[in-house]
Protein backbone atom coordinates (compact mmCIF):
# COMPACT_ATOMS: atom_id res chain seq x y z
CA UNK A 1 0.00 0.00 0.00
CA UNK A 2 1.32 3.66 -0.85
CA UNK A 3 2.01 6.14 1.42
CA UNK A 4 -0.55 9.23 2.18
CA UNK A 5 0.70 12.49 3.42
CA UNK A 6 -2.42 14.21 4.60
CA UNK A 7 -1.14 18.52 5.09
CA UNK A 8 -3.21 19.09 8.09
CA UNK A 9 -1.92 22.97 8.13
CA UNK A 10 -5.18 24.81 7.84
CA UNK A 11 -6.51 23.04 10.24
CA UNK A 12 -4.38 22.14 12.95
CA UNK A 13 -1.37 24.16 11.77
CA UNK A 14 -3.45 27.31 11.83
CA UNK A 15 -5.20 26.70 14.79
CA UNK A 16 -2.73 26.78 16.76
CA UNK A 17 -1.24 30.24 15.61
CA UNK A 18 -2.30 33.47 17.59
CA UNK A 19 -3.51 35.05 14.03
CA UNK A 20 -7.37 34.35 13.14
CA UNK A 21 -6.79 34.40 9.43
CA UNK A 22 -9.84 34.93 7.05
CA UNK A 23 -11.50 32.33 5.53
CA UNK A 24 -10.91 33.02 2.17
CA UNK A 25 -7.46 33.39 2.85
CA UNK A 26 -7.51 29.55 4.85
CA UNK A 27 -9.47 28.85 1.26
CA UNK A 28 -6.60 30.41 -0.68
CA UNK A 29 -3.98 27.95 1.55
CA UNK A 30 -5.99 24.94 0.88
CA UNK A 31 -6.03 25.69 -2.82
CA UNK A 32 -1.81 25.97 -2.65
CA UNK A 33 -1.97 22.81 -1.13
CA UNK A 34 -3.71 20.97 -3.93
CA UNK A 35 -1.79 22.80 -6.63
CA UNK A 36 1.19 21.08 -4.67
CA UNK A 37 -0.44 18.05 -5.27
CA UNK A 38 -1.01 16.85 -1.91
CA UNK A 39 -3.50 13.94 -1.89
CA UNK A 40 -5.34 14.89 1.47
CA UNK A 41 -6.06 18.18 3.31
CA UNK A 42 -7.73 18.76 6.22
CA UNK A 43 -9.12 21.62 5.16
CA UNK A 44 -11.00 22.74 8.28
CA UNK A 45 -12.24 22.51 12.18
CA UNK A 46 -16.08 21.81 12.66
CA UNK A 47 -15.89 23.00 16.27
CA UNK A 48 -18.13 25.63 18.50
CA UNK A 49 -15.91 29.28 17.13
CA UNK A 50 -15.89 30.27 20.91
CA UNK A 51 -13.69 27.91 21.49
CA UNK A 52 -11.47 28.00 18.53
CA UNK A 53 -11.83 31.27 17.10
CA UNK A 54 -9.11 30.46 14.49
CA UNK A 55 -11.49 27.67 13.04
CA UNK A 56 -14.65 29.70 12.87
CA UNK A 57 -16.22 30.09 9.67
CA UNK A 58 -15.63 26.43 8.46
CA UNK A 59 -18.06 26.47 5.92
CA UNK A 60 -17.18 29.54 4.07
CA UNK A 61 -13.93 27.73 3.93
CA UNK A 62 -14.99 25.17 2.19
CA UNK A 63 -17.12 26.53 0.13
CA UNK A 64 -14.33 28.82 -1.30
CA UNK A 65 -12.31 26.05 -2.23
CA UNK A 66 -11.58 25.49 -5.80
CA UNK A 67 -11.87 21.50 -6.07
CA UNK A 68 -8.95 19.64 -7.33
CA UNK A 69 -9.28 16.33 -9.10
CA UNK A 70 -7.03 13.57 -7.49
CA UNK A 71 -7.48 15.58 -3.62
CA UNK A 72 -9.33 14.49 -1.31
CA UNK A 73 -10.77 17.25 1.79
CA UNK A 74 -10.89 16.19 4.73
CA UNK A 75 -12.35 17.79 7.87
CA UNK A 76 -12.25 17.41 12.08
CA UNK A 77 -14.85 17.06 13.89
CA UNK A 78 -15.13 15.86 17.70
CA UNK A 79 -19.23 15.61 17.77
CA UNK A 80 -22.39 14.67 16.05
CA UNK A 81 -23.16 18.46 15.29
CA UNK A 82 -20.00 18.88 14.18
CA UNK A 83 -19.81 15.91 11.69
CA UNK A 84 -23.24 16.73 10.51
CA UNK A 85 -22.03 20.30 9.98
CA UNK A 86 -19.09 18.86 8.05
CA UNK A 87 -21.34 16.28 5.99
CA UNK A 88 -23.50 19.52 4.71
CA UNK A 89 -20.52 21.44 3.81
CA UNK A 90 -19.29 18.80 1.52
CA UNK A 91 -16.14 17.82 2.66
CA UNK A 92 -15.00 13.83 1.14
CA UNK A 93 -13.74 12.81 4.74
CA UNK A 94 -14.37 13.46 8.24
CA UNK A 95 -11.21 12.67 10.67
CA UNK A 96 -13.07 12.15 13.99
CA UNK A 97 -10.48 13.03 16.73
CA UNK A 98 -11.09 11.55 20.47
CA UNK A 99 -8.35 11.68 23.41
CA UNK A 100 -7.13 8.80 25.13
CA UNK A 101 -7.59 10.45 28.40
CA UNK A 102 -10.47 11.69 30.32
CA UNK A 103 -8.57 14.83 31.30
CA UNK A 104 -7.70 15.72 28.06
CA UNK A 105 -10.95 14.78 26.01
CA UNK A 106 -12.84 16.81 28.84
CA UNK A 107 -10.70 19.87 28.18
CA UNK A 108 -10.35 19.60 24.49
CA UNK A 109 -14.30 18.28 24.01
CA UNK A 110 -16.29 18.53 26.93
CA UNK A 111 -17.11 15.42 27.08
CA UNK A 112 -15.53 11.59 28.76
CA UNK A 113 -13.71 9.39 27.00
CA UNK A 114 -16.17 6.91 27.04
CA UNK A 115 -18.87 9.89 25.65
CA UNK A 116 -16.56 10.17 23.08
CA UNK A 117 -16.46 6.44 22.11
CA UNK A 118 -20.02 6.28 21.61
CA UNK A 119 -20.63 9.46 19.66
CA UNK A 120 -17.69 8.10 17.79
CA UNK A 121 -19.40 4.72 16.63
CA UNK A 122 -22.59 6.64 15.81
CA UNK A 123 -20.87 8.31 13.36
CA UNK A 124 -18.68 5.62 12.03
CA UNK A 125 -22.32 3.69 12.16
CA UNK A 126 -24.03 6.58 9.68
CA UNK A 127 -20.67 6.72 7.32
CA UNK A 128 -22.28 8.84 4.78
CA UNK A 129 -17.93 9.27 4.16
CA UNK A 130 -14.80 7.84 5.11
CA UNK A 131 -14.43 8.18 8.56
CA UNK A 132 -10.83 8.67 10.25
CA UNK A 133 -10.41 8.04 13.68
CA UNK A 134 -7.71 10.11 15.38
CA UNK A 135 -6.92 9.28 18.93
CA UNK A 136 -4.98 12.00 20.37
CA UNK A 137 -2.62 12.20 22.86
CA UNK A 138 -2.11 8.77 22.19
CA UNK A 139 1.49 9.07 23.23
CA UNK A 140 1.46 11.20 26.41
CA UNK A 141 -0.69 13.65 27.73
CA UNK A 142 -0.41 17.24 29.08
CA UNK A 143 -2.43 16.39 32.34
CA UNK A 144 -2.02 12.84 32.76
CA UNK A 145 1.41 11.99 32.04
CA UNK A 146 2.11 8.66 30.35
CA UNK A 147 -0.09 7.07 28.70
CA UNK A 148 -0.37 3.38 28.47
CA UNK A 149 0.16 1.89 25.06
CA UNK A 150 -2.73 -0.71 25.97
CA UNK A 151 -5.25 2.06 26.45
CA UNK A 152 -4.54 3.60 23.16
CA UNK A 153 -4.70 -0.04 21.10
CA UNK A 154 -8.18 -0.76 23.07
CA UNK A 155 -9.97 2.20 21.84
CA UNK A 156 -9.12 1.48 17.99
CA UNK A 157 -9.80 -1.71 18.36
CA UNK A 158 -13.55 -0.72 19.84
CA UNK A 159 -13.70 1.70 17.10
CA UNK A 160 -11.60 -0.45 14.32
CA UNK A 161 -15.67 -0.19 12.08
CA UNK A 162 -13.45 3.66 10.93
CA UNK A 163 -11.91 3.14 7.65
CA UNK A 164 -8.62 4.47 8.95
CA UNK A 165 -6.78 4.45 12.30
CA UNK A 166 -4.37 7.49 12.95
CA UNK A 167 -2.33 7.68 15.92
CA UNK A 168 -1.66 10.88 17.41
CA UNK A 169 1.55 12.74 19.43
CA UNK A 170 -0.42 15.80 20.25
CA UNK A 171 1.71 17.00 22.71
CA UNK A 172 5.37 15.75 20.99
CA UNK A 173 6.60 13.18 23.27
CA UNK A 174 6.67 10.39 21.06
CA UNK A 175 9.65 8.32 20.47
CA UNK A 176 10.60 6.02 17.32
CA UNK A 177 9.82 3.04 18.81
CA UNK A 178 7.70 3.86 20.82
CA UNK A 179 5.71 4.19 17.71
CA UNK A 180 6.80 1.65 15.51
CA UNK A 181 5.49 -0.76 18.40
CA UNK A 182 1.99 0.58 18.27
CA UNK A 183 1.57 1.17 15.01
CA UNK A 184 2.64 -2.30 14.82
CA UNK A 185 -0.07 -3.17 17.09
CA UNK A 186 -2.76 -1.26 15.83
CA UNK A 187 -1.87 -2.54 12.58
CA UNK A 188 -2.98 -6.14 13.33
CA UNK A 189 -6.80 -4.74 13.46
CA UNK A 190 -6.38 -4.57 9.34
CA UNK A 191 -7.12 -0.92 8.85
CA UNK A 192 -4.79 1.75 7.77
CA UNK A 193 -2.95 3.10 10.47
CA UNK A 194 -1.49 7.24 10.52
CA UNK A 195 0.80 8.79 12.75
CA UNK A 196 -0.04 12.76 13.53
CA UNK A 197 3.15 13.73 14.30
CA UNK A 198 4.83 17.05 16.80
CA UNK A 199 8.25 17.90 16.53
CA UNK A 200 8.44 19.24 19.81
CA UNK A 201 11.13 17.23 21.18
CA UNK A 202 13.11 16.53 17.75
CA UNK A 203 11.80 13.67 17.64
CA UNK A 204 8.90 14.26 14.56
CA UNK A 205 10.61 13.10 11.60
CA UNK A 206 12.23 9.74 13.44
CA UNK A 207 8.55 8.97 14.47
CA UNK A 208 7.67 9.36 11.16
CA UNK A 209 9.99 6.73 10.06
CA UNK A 210 9.69 4.58 12.52
CA UNK A 211 5.64 4.42 11.51
CA UNK A 212 6.31 3.52 7.98
CA UNK A 213 8.86 0.94 9.45
CA UNK A 214 6.18 0.02 11.52
CA UNK A 215 3.53 -0.35 8.43
CA UNK A 216 1.79 3.32 8.40
CA UNK A 217 0.34 4.14 4.99
CA UNK A 218 -0.89 7.83 6.33
CA UNK A 219 1.43 10.50 7.84
CA UNK A 220 -0.16 14.20 8.76
CA UNK A 221 2.08 16.96 8.50
CA UNK A 222 2.62 20.77 7.86
CA UNK A 223 3.68 22.70 5.89
CA UNK A 224 6.42 24.85 7.18
CA UNK A 225 5.53 23.21 10.34
CA UNK A 226 3.20 25.68 10.97
CA UNK A 227 1.54 25.48 14.61
CA UNK A 228 2.01 24.58 18.00
CA UNK A 229 0.68 23.42 20.98
CA UNK A 230 -1.82 25.50 23.14
CA UNK A 231 -0.56 23.00 26.01
CA UNK A 232 3.44 23.62 25.54
CA UNK A 233 4.17 27.19 25.18
CA UNK A 234 7.54 26.48 23.19
CA UNK A 235 6.03 23.69 21.66
CA UNK A 236 6.51 23.52 17.86
CA UNK A 237 4.15 22.29 15.42
CA UNK A 238 3.41 18.95 13.30
CA UNK A 239 6.23 17.72 11.74
CA UNK A 240 6.70 20.17 8.37
CA UNK A 241 5.65 18.87 4.67
CA UNK A 242 7.76 20.01 2.78
CA UNK A 243 11.63 18.60 5.50
CA UNK A 244 9.04 15.57 5.41
CA UNK A 245 8.31 15.42 1.48
CA UNK A 246 12.25 15.80 0.64
CA UNK A 247 13.67 13.43 2.59
CA UNK A 248 11.02 11.00 1.95
CA UNK A 249 11.11 11.21 -1.38
CA UNK A 250 15.13 11.16 -1.37
CA UNK A 251 15.16 7.70 0.18
CA UNK A 252 12.85 6.61 -2.60
CA UNK A 253 9.41 6.55 -0.74
CA UNK A 254 7.00 8.74 -3.33
CA UNK A 255 4.70 10.94 -2.33
CA UNK A 256 3.14 12.61 -5.16
CA UNK A 257 4.17 15.68 -3.95
CA UNK A 258 5.88 18.55 -5.92
CA UNK A 259 8.29 20.06 -3.83
CA UNK A 260 9.20 23.30 -4.98
CA UNK A 261 5.18 24.07 -4.90
CA UNK A 262 5.46 22.78 -1.55
CA UNK A 263 8.55 25.02 -0.66
CA UNK A 264 6.88 27.90 -2.53
CA UNK A 265 3.79 27.75 -0.18
CA UNK A 266 6.17 27.79 3.20
CA UNK A 267 7.40 31.32 2.11
CA UNK A 268 3.86 32.86 1.04
CA UNK A 269 3.23 32.01 4.81
CA UNK A 270 5.86 32.83 6.32
CA UNK A 271 5.30 36.51 4.61
CA UNK A 272 1.74 36.13 5.34
CA UNK A 273 2.32 35.59 9.08
CA UNK A 274 5.36 38.05 9.18
CA UNK A 275 7.34 35.36 10.89
CA UNK A 276 9.83 32.66 10.31
CA UNK A 277 8.10 28.99 10.19
CA UNK A 278 9.60 25.63 11.92
CA UNK A 279 10.23 24.33 9.03
CA UNK A 280 13.62 24.16 7.80
CA UNK A 281 13.57 23.35 3.85
CA UNK A 282 12.42 26.26 2.90
CA UNK A 283 15.62 28.51 4.56
CA UNK A 284 18.12 25.84 4.10
CA UNK A 285 17.14 25.37 0.37
CA UNK A 286 16.10 21.90 -0.92
CA UNK A 287 19.75 19.93 -2.57
CA UNK A 288 21.28 19.30 -4.92
CA UNK A 289 21.19 22.23 -6.86
CA UNK A 290 19.00 20.32 -9.60
CA UNK A 291 16.35 20.07 -7.05
CA UNK A 292 16.03 23.51 -5.98
CA UNK B 1 28.48 -2.57 21.81
CA UNK B 2 27.14 0.15 23.45
CA UNK B 3 26.52 3.40 22.14
CA UNK B 4 29.14 5.99 22.75
CA UNK B 5 27.83 9.56 22.60
CA UNK B 6 30.56 12.14 21.45
CA UNK B 7 29.85 15.85 22.24
CA UNK B 8 31.76 17.80 19.39
CA UNK B 9 30.28 21.42 20.90
CA UNK B 10 33.08 22.49 21.93
CA UNK B 11 34.78 21.77 18.88
CA UNK B 12 32.48 21.80 15.36
CA UNK B 13 30.06 23.61 17.56
CA UNK B 14 31.71 26.71 18.85
CA UNK B 15 33.81 26.91 15.43
CA UNK B 16 30.84 27.58 13.41
CA UNK B 17 29.31 30.34 15.83
CA UNK B 18 30.10 33.98 14.88
CA UNK B 19 31.72 34.81 18.56
CA UNK B 20 35.41 33.18 19.86
CA UNK B 21 35.37 32.06 23.09
CA UNK B 22 38.73 32.64 25.53
CA UNK B 23 39.97 29.25 25.58
CA UNK B 24 38.91 29.23 29.82
CA UNK B 25 35.61 29.86 28.95
CA UNK B 26 35.88 26.92 26.09
CA UNK B 27 37.29 24.64 28.80
CA UNK B 28 34.70 25.62 31.64
CA UNK B 29 31.94 24.21 28.67
CA UNK B 30 34.32 20.55 28.71
CA UNK B 31 33.97 20.31 32.10
CA UNK B 32 30.54 20.55 32.30
CA UNK B 33 29.95 18.18 29.85
CA UNK B 34 32.34 16.09 31.41
CA UNK B 35 29.94 16.69 34.53
CA UNK B 36 26.69 15.25 32.77
CA UNK B 37 28.55 12.03 32.20
CA UNK B 38 29.55 12.20 28.46
CA UNK B 39 31.45 9.33 27.51
CA UNK B 40 33.83 11.26 24.65
CA UNK B 41 34.16 14.75 24.07
CA UNK B 42 35.90 16.61 21.64
CA UNK B 43 37.38 18.91 23.23
CA UNK B 44 39.22 20.98 20.70
CA UNK B 45 40.81 21.60 16.62
CA UNK B 46 44.11 21.45 15.98
CA UNK B 47 44.09 23.89 12.97
CA UNK B 48 45.59 27.01 11.65
CA UNK B 49 44.56 29.82 14.08
CA UNK B 50 44.37 32.13 10.87
CA UNK B 51 41.87 29.87 9.17
CA UNK B 52 39.75 29.17 12.34
CA UNK B 53 40.48 31.90 15.22
CA UNK B 54 37.16 30.13 17.83
CA UNK B 55 39.75 27.21 17.50
CA UNK B 56 42.81 29.19 18.42
CA UNK B 57 44.50 28.65 21.49
CA UNK B 58 43.67 24.79 21.64
CA UNK B 59 46.84 23.97 23.81
CA UNK B 60 45.24 26.50 26.55
CA UNK B 61 41.77 24.69 26.22
CA UNK B 62 43.38 21.32 26.87
CA UNK B 63 45.83 22.45 30.12
CA UNK B 64 42.93 24.67 31.77
CA UNK B 65 40.45 20.92 31.63
CA UNK B 66 39.83 19.27 34.65
CA UNK B 67 39.96 16.03 33.67
CA UNK B 68 37.37 13.91 34.46
CA UNK B 69 37.74 10.03 35.23
CA UNK B 70 35.67 7.79 32.85
CA UNK B 71 35.73 10.90 30.28
CA UNK B 72 37.64 10.53 26.96
CA UNK B 73 38.79 13.31 25.74
CA UNK B 74 39.24 14.02 22.60
CA UNK B 75 40.51 16.81 19.39
CA UNK B 76 40.53 17.61 15.45
CA UNK B 77 43.36 17.01 13.03
CA UNK B 78 43.20 17.60 9.63
CA UNK B 79 47.34 16.80 9.20
CA UNK B 80 50.44 15.86 10.75
CA UNK B 81 51.41 19.13 12.49
CA UNK B 82 48.07 19.55 14.02
CA UNK B 83 48.59 15.81 15.27
CA UNK B 84 51.65 16.52 16.85
CA UNK B 85 50.36 19.47 18.60
CA UNK B 86 47.35 17.21 19.65
CA UNK B 87 49.54 14.11 21.22
CA UNK B 88 51.83 17.31 23.10
CA UNK B 89 48.65 18.85 24.65
CA UNK B 90 47.81 15.62 25.95
CA UNK B 91 44.42 14.60 24.75
CA UNK B 92 43.23 11.13 24.65
CA UNK B 93 42.25 10.07 21.26
CA UNK B 94 42.88 12.18 17.73
CA UNK B 95 39.63 12.47 15.18
CA UNK B 96 41.52 12.50 12.17
CA UNK B 97 39.00 14.26 9.14
CA UNK B 98 39.03 14.18 5.56
CA UNK B 99 36.78 14.83 3.12
CA UNK B 100 34.85 12.69 0.50
CA UNK B 101 35.86 14.87 -2.06
CA UNK B 102 38.65 16.99 -3.30
CA UNK B 103 37.19 20.57 -3.42
CA UNK B 104 35.62 20.33 0.14
CA UNK B 105 39.53 19.10 1.13
CA UNK B 106 41.14 21.67 -0.79
CA UNK B 107 39.12 24.32 0.74
CA UNK B 108 38.87 23.25 4.14
CA UNK B 109 42.49 21.31 4.35
CA UNK B 110 44.32 22.65 1.38
CA UNK B 111 44.90 19.60 0.20
CA UNK B 112 43.78 16.87 -2.31
CA UNK B 113 41.67 13.37 -0.94
CA UNK B 114 44.99 11.29 -1.97
CA UNK B 115 47.41 13.49 0.03
CA UNK B 116 44.81 13.73 2.87
CA UNK B 117 44.33 9.54 2.75
CA UNK B 118 48.50 9.57 2.60
CA UNK B 119 48.63 11.59 5.59
CA UNK B 120 46.13 9.47 7.44
CA UNK B 121 47.89 6.30 6.33
CA UNK B 122 51.12 7.92 8.43
CA UNK B 123 49.43 9.21 11.18
CA UNK B 124 47.43 5.71 11.48
CA UNK B 125 51.05 4.34 11.42
CA UNK B 126 52.15 6.44 14.12
CA UNK B 127 49.47 5.81 16.77
CA UNK B 128 50.56 7.12 19.82
CA UNK B 129 46.58 7.44 20.39
CA UNK B 130 43.59 5.56 19.35
CA UNK B 131 42.52 7.14 16.01
CA UNK B 132 39.44 8.20 15.04
CA UNK B 133 38.73 8.83 11.13
CA UNK B 134 35.94 11.10 10.24
CA UNK B 135 35.06 11.26 6.53
CA UNK B 136 33.59 14.73 6.04
CA UNK B 137 30.82 15.35 3.26
CA UNK B 138 30.23 11.77 3.10
CA UNK B 139 26.42 12.50 1.94
CA UNK B 140 26.71 15.02 0.00
CA UNK B 141 29.36 18.06 -0.59
CA UNK B 142 28.48 22.12 -1.28
CA UNK B 143 30.98 22.36 -4.10
CA UNK B 144 30.84 18.67 -6.07
CA UNK B 145 27.13 17.86 -4.91
CA UNK B 146 26.15 14.06 -4.93
CA UNK B 147 28.51 11.72 -3.22
CA UNK B 148 29.01 8.46 -4.72
CA UNK B 149 28.84 6.17 -1.76
CA UNK B 150 31.08 3.82 -2.83
CA UNK B 151 34.06 6.05 -2.76
CA UNK B 152 33.15 6.95 0.91
CA UNK B 153 33.47 3.62 1.48
CA UNK B 154 36.58 2.85 -0.61
CA UNK B 155 37.87 5.12 1.64
CA UNK B 156 36.45 3.67 4.56
CA UNK B 157 38.50 -0.20 3.00
CA UNK B 158 41.95 1.99 2.61
CA UNK B 159 42.03 3.85 6.03
CA UNK B 160 40.80 0.83 7.66
CA UNK B 161 43.50 0.60 10.08
CA UNK B 162 42.25 3.10 11.90
CA UNK B 163 40.51 2.48 15.60
CA UNK B 164 36.91 3.91 14.22
CA UNK B 165 35.27 4.89 11.16
CA UNK B 166 32.95 7.69 11.64
CA UNK B 167 30.74 9.37 8.42
CA UNK B 168 30.19 12.76 8.68
CA UNK B 169 27.08 14.77 7.08
CA UNK B 170 28.81 17.81 7.29
CA UNK B 171 26.15 20.18 5.16
CA UNK B 172 23.03 18.42 6.54
CA UNK B 173 21.82 16.31 3.49
CA UNK B 174 21.86 12.83 4.62
CA UNK B 175 18.53 10.90 4.95
CA UNK B 176 17.75 7.79 6.89
CA UNK B 177 18.08 5.01 4.38
CA UNK B 178 21.30 6.20 3.28
CA UNK B 179 23.10 6.39 6.47
CA UNK B 180 22.10 3.25 7.53
CA UNK B 181 23.04 1.31 3.91
CA UNK B 182 26.13 3.42 4.41
CA UNK B 183 26.77 2.50 7.75
CA UNK B 184 26.09 -1.33 6.57
CA UNK B 185 28.48 -1.04 4.12
CA UNK B 186 31.26 0.20 6.21
CA UNK B 187 30.54 -2.04 9.14
CA UNK B 188 31.88 -5.15 7.59
CA UNK B 189 35.43 -3.99 7.82
CA UNK B 190 35.25 -5.00 11.60
CA UNK B 191 35.73 -1.45 12.77
CA UNK B 192 33.03 0.75 15.10
CA UNK B 193 31.48 2.91 12.86
CA UNK B 194 29.66 6.02 13.90
CA UNK B 195 27.73 8.51 12.54
CA UNK B 196 27.90 12.62 12.49
CA UNK B 197 24.98 14.40 11.72
CA UNK B 198 23.64 17.90 11.36
CA UNK B 199 20.06 18.75 11.57
CA UNK B 200 19.79 21.39 8.50
CA UNK B 201 16.77 19.69 6.99
CA UNK B 202 15.19 17.79 10.09
CA UNK B 203 16.88 14.47 9.14
CA UNK B 204 19.68 14.72 11.75
CA UNK B 205 17.73 12.69 14.73
CA UNK B 206 16.18 10.15 12.31
CA UNK B 207 19.29 9.35 10.82
CA UNK B 208 20.62 8.59 14.13
CA UNK B 209 18.41 5.86 14.73
CA UNK B 210 18.98 5.00 11.37
CA UNK B 211 22.71 4.81 11.92
CA UNK B 212 21.93 2.53 15.13
CA UNK B 213 19.68 0.41 12.81
CA UNK B 214 22.62 -0.05 10.93
CA UNK B 215 25.14 -0.93 13.58
CA UNK B 216 26.31 2.35 14.35
CA UNK B 217 28.06 2.30 18.09
CA UNK B 218 28.85 6.44 18.11
CA UNK B 219 27.20 9.38 17.47
CA UNK B 220 28.37 12.92 17.36
CA UNK B 221 26.08 16.02 18.81
CA UNK B 222 26.09 18.65 20.06
CA UNK B 223 24.73 20.12 23.16
CA UNK B 224 21.55 22.67 22.41
CA UNK B 225 22.12 21.34 18.72
CA UNK B 226 25.24 24.35 18.77
CA UNK B 227 26.60 25.38 15.69
CA UNK B 228 25.80 25.69 12.10
CA UNK B 229 27.75 24.98 8.63
CA UNK B 230 30.04 27.93 7.29
CA UNK B 231 28.89 26.45 3.79
CA UNK B 232 24.75 27.24 4.63
CA UNK B 233 24.01 30.16 5.94
CA UNK B 234 20.53 29.13 7.34
CA UNK B 235 21.73 25.69 8.19
CA UNK B 236 21.38 24.56 11.83
CA UNK B 237 24.45 22.67 13.86
CA UNK B 238 24.71 19.39 14.81
CA UNK B 239 22.14 17.02 16.37
CA UNK B 240 21.60 18.72 19.69
CA UNK B 241 22.83 16.47 22.67
CA UNK B 242 20.10 16.77 25.30
CA UNK B 243 17.63 15.95 22.43
CA UNK B 244 19.34 12.67 21.55
CA UNK B 245 19.72 11.48 24.96
CA UNK B 246 16.46 12.54 25.77
CA UNK B 247 14.78 10.01 23.09
CA UNK B 248 17.20 7.60 23.13
CA UNK B 249 16.88 6.70 26.83
CA UNK B 250 13.20 6.66 26.27
CA UNK B 251 13.54 4.58 23.90
CA UNK B 252 15.51 2.24 25.69
CA UNK B 253 19.09 3.19 24.62
CA UNK B 254 21.37 3.68 27.83
CA UNK B 255 23.70 6.90 26.99
CA UNK B 256 24.92 7.27 30.40
CA UNK B 257 24.55 10.73 30.62
CA UNK B 258 22.41 12.99 33.10
CA UNK B 259 19.89 14.93 30.87
CA UNK B 260 19.49 17.55 33.86
CA UNK B 261 22.89 18.51 33.40
CA UNK B 262 23.08 18.43 29.93
CA UNK B 263 19.71 20.69 29.34
CA UNK B 264 21.75 23.01 32.01
CA UNK B 265 25.02 23.31 29.88
CA UNK B 266 22.12 23.86 27.25
CA UNK B 267 20.68 27.47 29.44
CA UNK B 268 24.48 28.37 30.32
CA UNK B 269 25.53 28.15 26.72
CA UNK B 270 22.17 30.36 25.50
CA UNK B 271 23.33 32.90 28.24
CA UNK B 272 26.98 33.11 27.44
CA UNK B 273 25.77 33.57 23.51
CA UNK B 274 22.54 35.94 24.33
CA UNK B 275 20.58 33.97 21.73
CA UNK B 276 18.49 30.82 21.73
CA UNK B 277 20.14 27.58 20.61
CA UNK B 278 18.52 25.25 18.07
CA UNK B 279 18.00 22.40 20.07
CA UNK B 280 14.21 22.32 21.34
CA UNK B 281 14.62 20.28 24.77
CA UNK B 282 16.25 23.11 27.12
CA UNK B 283 12.70 24.75 25.78
CA UNK B 284 10.37 21.99 25.75
CA UNK B 285 11.01 20.55 29.12
CA UNK B 286 12.12 17.34 29.42
CA UNK B 287 8.94 14.31 29.78
CA UNK B 288 7.08 13.42 31.42
CA UNK B 289 7.30 16.10 34.45
CA UNK B 290 9.29 13.51 36.94
CA UNK B 291 11.91 13.94 34.55
CA UNK B 292 12.62 17.15 34.70
Not at 173 to 198: D, F, M, N, Q, Y
Not at 239 to 267: K, P
Request: proline share 4%.
Amino acid sequence: MGLTICDVGPRDGLQNEPETLAPHVRAEFVNRLADAGLPRIEAASFVRADAVPQMAGAEEVVAAIERRAGTEYSGLALNEKGYDRLVAAGLDRVNFTLAATDSFSRRNANQSVEEAVATAGVVIERAELPVTLTISVAFGCPFEGEVDPAVVADLCERLGAADELVLADTIGVATPRRVRRLVERVSILGKPVGAHLHNTRNTGYACAWAALDGGATLLDASVGGLGGCPFSPHATGNVATDDLVWQLERDGVGTGVDLDALVETSRWLAGLLGRRLEGYLYRAASWPAAAR
